[in-house]
């Protein structure tokens, strides 16, 4: 599991997502007659072939790039440094799976189902999470540039280190999460749901926070440089004192205040 000296999000713990479930290896040859039948099951819209089911097996440093993937279950599976680059995992089940360490760059993981996942540490540049269920992931230390996680559930996600540039976040729910140093440049959290977020040294350079819900979410450091947060809902002055702003900080018309750095 994730370095337990990351800051914990403020709901983190509260669903155990380990079972008993001992985890099994598997043949080359098995893996491959697995997949395929998968593919095939893809292919023909479930008609034939076989869904795999590779819960609690051990894939660690396995490829999985570019294949047809949709509605494969993992749960619980060690995939540590797996290669899924552009694979399609549309539905999948990844709930408590670890893939420290792996690649899900452009990868399609539409309405996944991978709450409680460990994805520390990985490659994840351009991927799709949109409508994902992610609550309780940890996800520090991670490349999301330009990521989409647009309606996403990511409520209590340690999101600690992790890069979120350009990545659009829209309508995402991020309550309880912890963003401790995180980057999100120029990324878009319109209507975003941030009650109690941990924004401490997080930087907002430029990105686009409009209507976004940020009641006693944590600020300390948090760099709102070029940051539009008009509309935005539940911000206080007790908050905004904490936070480095530049002439360029959109503000709402009644916490407009000079720029200035925080504490």
């Given at each position: 599991?994730?370095?337990?000296?990351?800051?914990?999000?403020?709901?983190?713990?509260?669903?155990?997502?380990?079972?008993?479930?001992?985890?099994?290896?598997?043949?080359?040859?098995?893996?491959?007659?697995?997949?395929?039948?998968?593919?095939?099951?893809?292919?023909?819209?479930?008609?034939?072939?076989?869904?795999?089911?590779?819960?609690?097996?051990?894939?660690?440093?396995?490829?999985?790039?570019?294949?047809?993937?949709?509605?494969?279950?993992?749960?619980?599976?060690?995939?540590?440094?797996?290669?899924?680059?552009?694979?399609?995992?549309?539905?999948?089940?990844?709930?408590?799976?670890?893939?420290?360490?792996?690649?899900?760059?452009?990868?399609?993981?539409?309405?996944?189902?991978?709450?409680?996942?460990?994805?520390?540490?990985?490659?994840?540049?351009?991927?799709?999470?949109?409508?994902?269920?992610?609550?309780?992931?940890?996800?520090?230390?991670?490349?999301?540039r330009n990521a989409n996680f647009r309606d996403a559930d990511m409520s209590g996600a340690i999101l600690d280190g992790?890069?979120?540039?350009?990545?659009?976040?829209?309508?995402?729910?991020?309550?309880?999460?912890?963003?401790?140093?995180?980057?999100?440049?120029?990324?878009?959290?319109?209507?975003?749901?941030?009650?109690?977020?941990?924004?401490?040294?997080?930087?907002?350079?430029?990105?686009?926070?409009?209507?976004?819900?940020?009641?006693?979410?944590?600020?300390?450091?948090?760099?709102?440089?070029?940051?539009?947060?008009?509309?935005?809902?539940?911000?206080?002055?007790?908050?905004?004192?904490?936070?480095?702003?530049?002439?360029?900080?959109?503000?709402?018309?009644?916490?407009?205040?000079?720029?200035?750095?925080?504490?």
């Amino acid at each position: 599991m994730a370095d337990s000296t990351l800051p914990r999000a403020p709901f983190a713990g509260i669903v155990n997502f380990d079972d008993d479930a001992p985890m099994r290896s598997i043949a080359p040859e098995e893996l491959a007659r697995i997949l395929q039948a998968h593919e095939l099951y893809v292919e023909s819209k479930q008609r034939s072939g076989q869904r795999a089911n590779l819960d609690s097996t051990d894939l660690a440093g396995k490829s999985f790039a570019g294949m047809k993937l949709w509605r494969i279950r993992m749960q619980r599976a060690d995939l540590a440094g797996a290669d899924f680059k552009g694979a399609d995992l549309g539905r999948a089940i990844l709930i408590g799976a670890t893939i420290q360490r792996g690649c899900l760059a452009a990868a399609d993981l539409t309405r996944g189902r991978l709450s409680g996942i460990n994805l520390t540490d990985a490659h994840c540049e351009g991927v799709c999470m949109a409508e994902a269920d992610m609550e309780f992931a940890i996800m520090a230390n991670s490349d999301f540039r330009n990521a989409n996680f647009r309606d996403a559930d990511m409520s209590g996600a340690i999101l600690d280190g992790a890069d979120f540039s350009g990545a659009d976040l829209r309508r995402a729910n991020l309550r309880g999460a912890s963003f401790h140093n995180t980057r999100l440049h120029g990324a878009d959290l319109r209507d975003a749901r941030m009650g109690g977020v941990d924004l401490k040294h997080t930087s907002f350079h430029g990105a686009d926070l409009r209507g976004a819900y940020l009641r006693v979410a944590k600020f300390h450091r948090t760099d709102l440089s070029g940051a539009d947060l008009r509309d935005v809902e539940g911000l206080t002055t007790g908050q905004i004192i904490h936070t480095i702003r530049d002439a360029h900080t959109r503000l709402p018309l009644d916490l407009i205040t000079e720029p200035e750095d925080g504490e």
